[in-house]
Nanobody, 125 residues
Framework: QLQLVESGGGLVQPGGSLRLSCAAS????????IGWFRQAPGKEREGVSC????????NYADSVKGRFTISRDNAKNTVYLQMNSLKPEDTAVYYC??????????????????WGQGTQVTVSS
């Protein structure tokens, strides 16, 4: 069974950091671009960041550029999202998703076939 599992969410104060992990089971991530998306209450799901299957390219939403860093360790079948300088507006459920493709990565939710269950990130003092 193909499965993605996110972890690393929690409660953090503004200005703090968290590292989210997205671990795959039942398939290898080597051939998949991975995206991170988030959804806050009452808002649409938005793309945060993505990384190509090789790790050679990635994209970031303007709202997180310079604060978030995406990376992958294919040997561990895991993708990470390092989030620094967190703001209250970063509060949301964060999801990772997989899209089988050779090049690039889209920040469109509709492009992704497999999704994790999400992990809550709350930024509050």
């Amino acid at each position: 069974q193909l499965q993605l599992v996110e972890s690393g969410g929690g409660l953090v104060q503004p200005g703090g950091s968290l590292r989210l992990s997205c671990a795959a089971s039942g398939f290898t991530l080597d051939y998949y671009a991975i995206g991170w998306f988030r959804q806050a209450p009452g808002k649409e799901r938005e793309g945060v960041s993505c990384i190509s299957s090789s790790g050679g390219s990635g994209n970031y939403a303007d709202s997180v550029k310079g604060r978030f860093t995406i990376s992958r360790d294919n040997a561990k079948n895991t993708v990470y999202l390092q989030m620094n300088s967190l703001k209250p507006e970063d509060t949301a459920v964060y999801y990772c998703a997989a899209d089988r493709r050779t090049y690039g990565c889209p920040l469109r939710a509709g492009s992704y076939d497999y999704w994790g269950q999400g992990t809550q990130v709350t930024v509050s003092s």
